[in-house]
């Protein structure tokens, strides 16, 4: 059995991360990757990049890892930009270093690839909304999935090989809705390019942690939503003096 968790966008949301955590232990997964933006917004920088250093798993970088380990003003509002000046000065040298030697992409396993934001332009950090963004993502992605963060919004896209037209697959994702979990099995036809949620900072209207699962054996991806003490790490946001917004935005989930 080969069960892989998918993490995302953590943003120093440590309470998120542990409790997401132990349930990839209950889930039975046997690997880990992370798409990245492992730092921002949240009260516990450094211990989220130990924590995920700690793993020894496949992770790559997001805009929040290479902006705080090699600033180049990215086009940040000023929320973010408080928030990034003020984890930079959380992590030590080997901590920025780390982040700032993490790859835009891999390829894990030769079975899937990872990247935070898109295959065709990985550094410039845009943003995957509908089917339309996704359509050029399909023209460098070469394994039939691969999996992406950026957006804190589960989506899952497909490639049609006999249309060559770029879907929304929004059934996909009805249970976890409803449930707070949704599990469907790939299309050996289609070429997936997948959004797990964030970690972190979610902001699909549910403040609940969400993350991915991937069974290469039997070719199936689980989206699942985990509870843990969102108003305990919203008081730490506030404890370490950054802004009330981004405390209370963990609270609604958007």
């Not at 798409?35 to 990049?49: I, M």
């Not at 976890?176 to 209207?205: M, T």
Request: charged residues 20%; negative net charge.
């Amino acid at each position: 059995m080969a069960r892989t968790a998918i993490i995302s966008d953590i943003h120093a949301n440590l309470h998120a991360l542990c409790a997401v955590m132990e349930d990839v232990q209950t889930e039975q997964c046997t690997d880990m990757v992370c798409l990245g933006d492992v730092v921002g917004y949240n009260a516990y920088p450094a211990e989220c990049v130990d924590a995920i250093r700690s793993y020894n798993c496949p992770v790559v970088k997001g805009n929040h890892d290479a902006e705080v380990s090699n600033p180049a003003n990215l086009n940040m509002n000023e929320m973010a930009r408080m928030a990034m000046e003020w984890t930079r000065s959380r992590l030590n040298e080997d901590q920025l270093t780390w982040l700032a030697r993490l790859q835009y992409m891999r390829i894990v396993r030769s079975q899937f690839t990872i990247v935070h934001s898109t295959l065709d332009q990985p550094k410039a950090w845009n943003y995957i909304i509908n089917a339309n963004d996704a359509s050029s993502n399909f023209r460098r992605q070469f394994s039939p999935l691969c999996f992406h963060g950026h957006t804190h919004v589960p989506k899952v896209f497909y490639l049609d090989a006999a249309s060559g037209r770029t879907y929304e697959d929004f059934p996909a994702l009805e249970r976890l809705y409803l449930d707070g979990e949704s599990e469907f099995i790939l299309n050996p036809n289609f070429k997936y390019f997948i959004n797990v949620g964030s970690v972190g900072q979610p902001r699909d209207n549910d403040p609940r942690a969400c993350y991915g699962i991937y069974d290469s054996d039997y070719k199936i991806v689980k989206i699942k939503r985990v509870v843990y003490d969102v108003q305990a790490a919203s008081d730490a946001v506030r404890t370490v003096g950054l802004p009330d917004y981004l405390a209370d935005r963990l609270l609604r989930g958007c």
